[in-house]
């Protein structure tokens, strides 16, 4: 398949599906906000939140691809790759930090959430939505040799993580009434998203 589609073609498949997730972004981090402040789930707003970073993320690879679809000379390209890097490494840890934070004062204060019907659709929708978005974006990344789109990539890849996470406890939250399995779901987004930034910020993922 990759031989029938020109580089240029995949930068433009890249560019579209970066796009394509600030868009998502935009609904996703306007629904998850709204509900989750309405049923007090951490989960879900440190979700919103994740989908503002990934919106902040996007934006910055954006910028990185059009450099080089304008062209630009290799040394260029390479600058802008690294600062998206640790601009998206940077976007990681802040929402790790967050997650810890809220999840630890949900737990010391026992304050139970709301159920959420809204938040657990949207949860359902991301699950399946993400993923293959993650996939284009991963398949791009390989074809124009870009670390900075393999690193958003796997943001992506994270809000199919927190996806899963998410709705396993709202689920447990709705049915059983298991209030402590909302942070406990957001604390299980925290490795992948501590792994992530320090490799970002780091540079690693563009020496590899």
């Not at 939250?173 to 942070?183: F, I, L, S, V, Y």
Request: aromatic share 10%; charged share 15%; hydrophobic share 55%.
């Amino acid at each position: 398949m990759s031989e029938l589609v020109a580089p240029r073609n995949w930068m433009r498949i890249g560019l579209w599906l970066v796009g394509a997730t600030m868009a998502y972004n935009v609904i996703e981090a306007g629904v998850a906000l709204s509900s989750g402040f309405a049923a007090g789930s951490i989960a879900l707003i440190g979700f919103g939140l994740d989908s503002v970073i990934e919106f902040a993320a996007a934006s910055v690879l954006l910028w990185r691809l059009a450099v080089e679809a304008r062209g630009a000379e290799p040394e260029t390209v390479e600058h802008a790759e690294r600062r998206v890097l640790r601009f998206v490494g940077l976007t990681f840890l802040v929402l790790a930090l967050y997650v810890v934070a809220q999840a630890a004062w949900t737990l010391w204060a026992q304050d139970p959430p709301e159920e959420s019907m809204l938040g657990i659709a949207l949860a359902a929708v991301s699950l399946v939505v993400m993923p293959l978005v993650s996939l284009g974006k991963f398949r791009a990344a390989r074809e124009i040799g870009s670390s900075a789109l393999r690193a958003e990539a796997k943001e992506t890849l994270a809000c199919s993580y927190l996806s899963f996470a998410l709705l396993l406890g709202l689920v447990a939250n709705a049915g059983p009434g298991w209030w402590w399995a909302d942070p406990l779901a957001a604390l299980l987004m925290v490795p992948w998203l501590l792994k992530e930034g320090v490799e970002g910020v780091r540079g690693e993922e563009c020496c590899d």
